[in-house]
């Protein structure tokens, strides 16, 4: 058993499934979210993407641990778990952390900040999948999302590196910002998850951009949760057969 088996099993608690009972939950774990810069030197970094299987029935988590001064791969890990309930707007983390939790579970080691696949607090409640993460594992996560879930932002600069502020749409507060990660691409939504600043995590997000629009954790975990891989295979010996 690795090290990283202190995740917890039960993220959810006494919850009872339904959708009323995680908004509220949602707030009441959005309050024990910390936007102060609180991670260690970074030895060891992760990703995480969840996708789905059989029709839905089934969830498909993908984590991937790098070296965080190489980027070299250290480990990576999936796991299947029956999902749990439907598709419900704002309240992913409900539908997909289980996977999420046993897939870093089976990594060599815990890492020392998380990216995820996702919104942190650029959610209605605060509390994205990468937030929901933060809370109940308490390690730095950031969330970084291809599309808008809430908020409204200026224009942003056509440039590699450029950014603006997303601001929630009624009462002002910022967010997380929207990121230009590479010339001319569609920008990412990234918001900190826990222990991460919003000035901070556009920063550590950057940082870990190479040659593609995702950050290498998250581009890597994405690569395994799609099943790209499995099928760019399965292709090549459909091919190699004819």
């Known amino acids: 058993m690795s090290e990283s088996s202190q ?22 774990l959005a309050a024990q979210v910390s936007l102060q810069d609180d991670f260690p030197p970074l030895r060891l970094i992760a990703g995480v993407d969840v996708g789905f299987e059989d029709g839905g029935t089934i969830t498909r988590a993908a984590a991937v641990l790098l070296d965080a001064d190489t ?28 996977a999420v939790l046993q897939a870093l579970g089976e990594l060599p080691a815990v890492p020392d900040l998380i990216f995820s696949d996702g919104h942190g607090i650029a959610h209605p409640r605060r509390l994205g999948i990468a937030a929901h993460l933060g809370v109940v594992t308490g390690l730095p996560t ?14 942003l600069d056509l440039a590699r590196g450029a950014q603006v ?5 009624k009462t002002g507060e910022v967010i997380g910002c929207v990121l230009r990660s590479k010339d001319k691409v569609r920008p990412l939504i990234i918001s900190p998850g826990n222990r991460v600043s ?12 190479t040659r593609y629009r995702l950050p290498e954790p998250t581009r890597l975990a994405d690569r395994l949760a799609s099943r790209r891989e499995e099928k760019a295979a399965a292709r090549r010996l459909s091919g190699a057969a004819k």
């Open 7 to 28: 995740y917890p099993t039960a993220p959810f608690g006494d919850w009872d499934g339904s959708p009323a009972a995680a908004r509220a939950m949602q707030q009441s």
């Open 165 to 169: 502020e997303l601001r929630d749409k």
């Open 71 to 98: 980027l070299e791969l250290v480990g990576s890990s999936l796991a299947r778990v029956p999902t749990n309930m439907p598709y419900i707007p704002g309240l992913l983390s409900f539908r997909e952390l289980p």
């Open 198 to 209: 919003i000035v901070t995590a556009p920063q550590l997000v950057m940082r870990y951009v």
């Open 142 to 155: 950031i969330g970084v999302a291809k599309k808008l879930l809430t908020g409204a932002h200026d224009e």
